[in-house]
């Protein structure tokens, strides 16, 4: 029987699917530093974001055949490495996008209107300084008409356009591999409408755009930092559901204490799980702790997935 640590958890639909194939599937979270005894006991390995399986662990382990990763990035996986030693890599890249792309949203709804300030300062101060809270936050913004900047055009960079585009913005996209594709955004009763969209460069995403999302893998420096934050519109808003370390913060930070950007919203950080307490406690960043593919549609679409790429893998 082909044994599985499903070491960070695995959607209740995923584990069904595999255990009736005949896998067994054990979903106790065995500590990073216990691991590679743990694993001579099994044939793979499944994981999010938070268990790390480096050359190290990979060579301690030459009995897993495969490991896999339920979600997009695999920065915390030396792929090559398992695959140069023959463990097969698979991951989920599609069954999140749209949950990111929705958490992309609430964080430019948020700051546009000021929530992530107002729902501290309502609670402590709203029954003696409403009127004055009224004020502070009378001065929104509609996205609609607006430019949304997409770094990044895979599949969650698309998900997100399609939404922003059902907003009635407009959409700039860069990515590492110029395209020319269409953006199909699909309506109730079976009617849709395909718009097309033309990657441009990097600069005129970052010089155009009213707000930027960043959906990238981790880069060897930030994407976005001091020398970019200076070319972009004032006041632009920016949001980060992809991969800590793509935005220098301290640079951040100090673009939206000039003024330069108005607001952010973070996803990820560089220093998780402890993020800088200056972004922690800033009033123009709107906060959510790494929850982009956290939706229970998100989790059963990559359980399924992830056990359908596992079933095939050891049925071949």
């Known amino acids: ?90 991951n989920t890249p599609a069954a999140s996008s749209l949950s990111v792309a929705e958490l992309v949203f609430s964080h430019l709804f948020t700051g546009i209107r000021f929530l992530q ?63 020319e ?23 005129e995403v970052i010089t155009g755009s009213d707000f930027l999302s960043l959906h990238t893998p981790f880069a060897d420096k930030p994407i976005l930092g001091a020398e970019e934050f200076a070319k972009m519109k004032k006041g632009v808003g920016i949001v980060n559901c992809s991969r800590g370390g793509t935005i220098d913060e301290p640079a951040l930070i100090e673009a939206l204490n000039a003024g330069q950007v108005s607001f952010a919203g973070l996803d990820v950080f560089d220093n998780e799980p402890t993020p800088l307490a200056e972004i922690l406690t800033h009033p123009k960043i709107s906060l959510t702790p790494h929850i982009g593919a956290s939706t229970n549609e998100a989790q059963e679409r990559i359980g399924t997935e992830l056990a359908t790429l596992i079933i095939e893998h050891f049925k071949k």
């Open 181 to 203: 594709s269409e953006i199909t955004l699909e309506f109730q009763g079976g009617k849709s409408v395909s718009i097309p969209i033309k990657t441009v460069s990097l600069e």
């Open 1 to 90: 029987m082909i044994k599985i640590l499903a070491n960070d958890g695995i959607d209740p639909i995923g584990k069904e699917l595999l255990e009736k194939a005949g896998f067994q599937v054990d979903t106790e979270t065995i500590a990073q530093d216990q691991l590679a005894e743990a694993l001579k006991n099994y044939d793979a390995i499944t994981v999010r974001s938070a268990t790390k399986v480096r050359k190290e662990l990979i060579d301690a382990v030459p009995n897993i055949k495969l490991i896999g990763r339920g979600g997009v990035g695999m920065d915390n996986i030396d792929v090559e490495y398992a695959r140069s030693k023959g463990v097969a890599v698979v």
């Open 117 to 179: 300030d107002a729902n501290r300062k309502m609670p402590v101060e709203g029954a003696t300084q409403f009127n004055n809270l009224k004020k502070a936050y009378a001065k929104g913004t509609e996205l609609s008409g607006k430019t949304m900047g997409i770094i990044g055009f895979g599949r969650i960079g698309r998900a997100t356009a399609k939404v922003a585009l059902g907003l009635g913005m407009n959409v700039l996209a860069y990515d590492l591999y110029p395209s």
